[in-house]
T-cell receptor, first 114, second 115 residues
Framework: AQTVTQSQPEMSVQEAETVTLSCTYD???????LFWYKQPPSRQMILVIR??????QNATENRFSVNFQKAAKSFSLKISDSQLGDAAMYFC???????????FGTGTSLTVIP | EPEVTQTPSHQVTQMGQEVILRCVPI?????FYWYRQILGQKVEFLVS????????KSEIFDDQFSVERPDGSNFTLKIRSTKLEDSAMYFC?????????????FGEGSRLTVL
């Protein structure tokens, strides 16, 4: 069974600094997708970044980048130049290449300190 | 920008009562989902729906749960006889495609409290 683990329930970062959120997953599949979703307080989850497992290059989206280690089944999110608006719950998610079920971690609550 | 909308944002009900949670997916999306998150736990998949039928469901989605797309816009989750353990945040999501790297678009969630 696929499981996604986020070992950091809470993280904090100073504004303008860099923070890395951890995620590991377990799967026997070789082709799949990984996602980071952000959920601001009282708002819907929105996609931050996605990674296709067959691509070796780490995905980047502006200040957000991932460190995808397929052999280690690790998928961490790096946020550079943190801004107050980055404060949110961050969820790591996995989906098989075929199929429509997403598997989520328990989330990491990120606080940005001014 | 199109959004998935959910109503109500919060519902309090007595154990044993029926509850209907409503969702309006993004209009050109074809795949619809319900997820739930019990406080402090993972976001869990309940069910996916395509072409007016359930395409996949989890073990959580037992006979007490049902989904329906009664018209061209709404997608509902019904819980027939609520239990205390049904208290959770319920998220509706939709996507325009299946497979591939397609993302889910989520609503803000409906918080259900069963007393």
């Amino acid at each position: 069974a696929q499981t996604v683990t986020q070992s950091q329930p809470e993280m904090s970062v100073q504004e303008a600094e860099t923070v890395t959120l951890s995620c590991t997953y377990d799967t026997s599949e070789s082709d799949y997708y990984l996602f980071w979703y952000k959920q601001p307080p009282s708002r819907q989850m929105i996609l931050v970044i996605r990674q296709e497992a067959y691509k070796q290059q780490n995905a980047t989206e502006n200040r957000f980048s991932v460190n995808f280690q397929k052999a280690a089944k690790s998928f961490s999110l790096k946020i550079s130049d943190s801004q107050l608006g980055d404060a949110a719950m961050y969820f790591c998610a996995y989906r098989r290449r075929t199929g429509n079920q997403f598997y989520f971690g328990t989330g990491t609550s990120l606080t940005v300190i001014p | 920008e199109p959004e998935v909308t959910q109503t109500p944002s919060h519902q309090v009900t007595q154990m044993g009562q029926e509850v209907i949670l409503r969702c309006v997916p993004i209009s050109n999306h074809l795949y619809f989902y319900w997820y739930r998150q019990i406080l402090g736990q993972k976001v869990e998949f309940l069910v996916s729906f395509y072409n007016n039928e359930i395409s996949e469901k989890s073990e959580i989605f037992d006979d007490q749960f049902s989904v329906e797309r009664p018209d061209g816009s709404n997608f509902t989750l019904k819980i027939r006889s609520t239990k205390l353990e049904d208290s959770a945040m319920y998220f509706c999501a939709s996507s325009p495609m299946i497979g591939g790297p397609g993302e889910l678009f989520f609503g803000e969630g409906s918080r259900l409290t069963v007393l």
